[in-house]
């Protein structure tokens, strides 16, 4: 309720800013709430739902957070379109008190049940962790957005991101040592941890970076609005709704793992389609490709953390959710990262002169776009191959995955030496 609170007050402070400065500085408040959020909810609902019911309860916390990047535009774009920018921030503000409310009938007031219920020690929050892993995730994200918005690899930007890898190495180094460190690096000894948070890493970039993709191809390329553009992107929400309405059931009966793989499969089938998009290719076929695309996520992140926790004790799970979080985050930054740049050296390669690149091809006339369309449509199919093989290399750790919890399964169903001694 607290977070809730800050992230209300963050929002009206972002609506009364009266210049860029303020508007940061209240988006940071607004950040380090909304940030505490979904660890904190991840966490009640672990917890409460156990291992054996994950799936099940993933599927449905994982609606908005497939639908958030798909709706937004949308909404967005309404927004910006029909009235001011500030309205953006209004808006958060009925949802929040609706939230808070909520959050006094219906959350637990109990403790969560953390590092207490396993040690006398009371646990101390980790200063030297975060003064370490928040800034080099920051540099990280940083250097990798500002190599997206260059289109190409700058100093600067190199040494943003070798800075946030040194500090995010020593946190691990020292994480690994401290008796209560900030994100629990110790869980990826387990295999099964371990492959299910590298298919959310791969996952989380194959989506946030496709997600980039797909507006500015139909902006770019095709003419459209970007109200429209998110109009037509939006029917991958469709899809990744009806995706997760039946993972989550099957996750719980045969494992997160296996469901992964069936899940990857439709998501490379939905994204090969737009490495064969042109300047004139059906909008009906891509709705469907897009719809595809979406079940096959449905069938992907979210079994994918399911399987992360069912992997876990209820007092690792505290430890765990943050971890998680950081490693889809960052995938997605990378991902988007990548992609942006191969986009831009693309665009550059087919549109030649000063007018080459992304904000080159946003500014031609409509006479030279018309003309450009093909060239330009072309580039962003060579660019959702990268795309693809991202979404690809996702299938290792989820191969690694199943087997894991195949043998943790055959382990769990084979006979004790006592029963069998006994028998």
């Known amino acids: 309720m607290l977070a809730v609170t800050l992230f209300v007050a963050g929002s009206a402070l972002c609506r009364l800013s ?68 500030r309205w953006i921030f209004y808006v958060n503000l009925p949802v929040g008190v609706v939230g808070l409310v909520l959050a006094a009938r219906l959350l637990p007031s109990t403790r969560a049940e953390g590092t207490r219920g396993v040690t006398t020690v009371p646990p101390e929050l980790d200063w030297k962790g975060l003064l370490m892993l928040s800034p080099g995730v920051a540099m990280l994200v940083f250097g990798l957005s500002e190599v997206g918005a260059h289109g190409r690899v700058e100093g600067p930007d190199v040494a943003w991101m070798a800075a946030g890898l040194v500090l995010i190495a020593a946190f691990v180094r020292h994480a690994w040592r401290a008796r209560f460190p900030l994100v629990e690096v110790r869980l990826f000894r387990g295999r099964g941890f371990s492959a299910a948070a590298a298919t959310v890493f791969f996952v989380g970039g194959a989506l946030f970076g496709a997600q980039l993709l797909l507006p500015l191809y139909y902006q770019v390329a095709r003419g459209e609005s970007p109200l429209r553009a998110g109009l037509l992107v939006a029917p991958q929400g469709l899809g990744a709704a009806l ?181």
């Open 18 to 85: 009266w210049s860029s400065e303020s508007l940061i500085a209240f988006r940071v408040l607004q950040g380090l709430a909304g940030g505490m959020i979904m660890p904190i909810g991840m966490i009640t609902l672990a917890q409460a739902a156990g291992p054996q019911r994950m799936g099940r309860v993933m599927s449905v916390v994982g609606v908005p957070m497939l639908l958030g990047p798909v709706l937004g535009p949308v909404i967005g774009g309404l927004i910006v379109e029909h009235l001011s920018w």
């Open 243 to 423: 995706g997760m309405r039946y993972a989550g059931r099957l996750t719980d009966r045969i494992g997160g793992g296996r469901v992964v793989l069936g899940g990857l499969v439709v998501l490379l089938l939905g994204t090969f389609v737009f490495t064969e998009v042109g300047a004139t290719t059906s909008y009906w076929l891509l709705a469907s490709a897009v719809v595809v695309r979406g079940i096959g996520l449905g069938f992907t992140m979210m079994p994918a953390m399911a399987a992360a926790y069912s992997t876990l004790q209820a007092n690792q799970v505290p430890r765990a959710t943050p971890m998680l979080n950081v490693v889809q985050r960052i995938g997605g930054s990378i991902g988007t990262a990548l992609l942006a740049v191969v986009l831009q050296r693309q665009l550059a390669a087919a549109i030649p002169g000063p007018a080459g690149g992304l904000e080159g091809a946003r500014g031609l006339p409509p006479a030279a776009q018309a003309k450009l369309a093909g060239p330009v449509a072309t580039a962003f199919a060579q660019t959702y191959w990268w795309s693809l093989a991202l979404t690809a290399v996702a299938v290792i750790p989820a191969v690694i995955l199943a087997l894991s919890e195949r043998r943790a399964r055959a382990a769990a169903q084979a006979p004790s030496p006592a029963a069998s001694l006994a028998a």
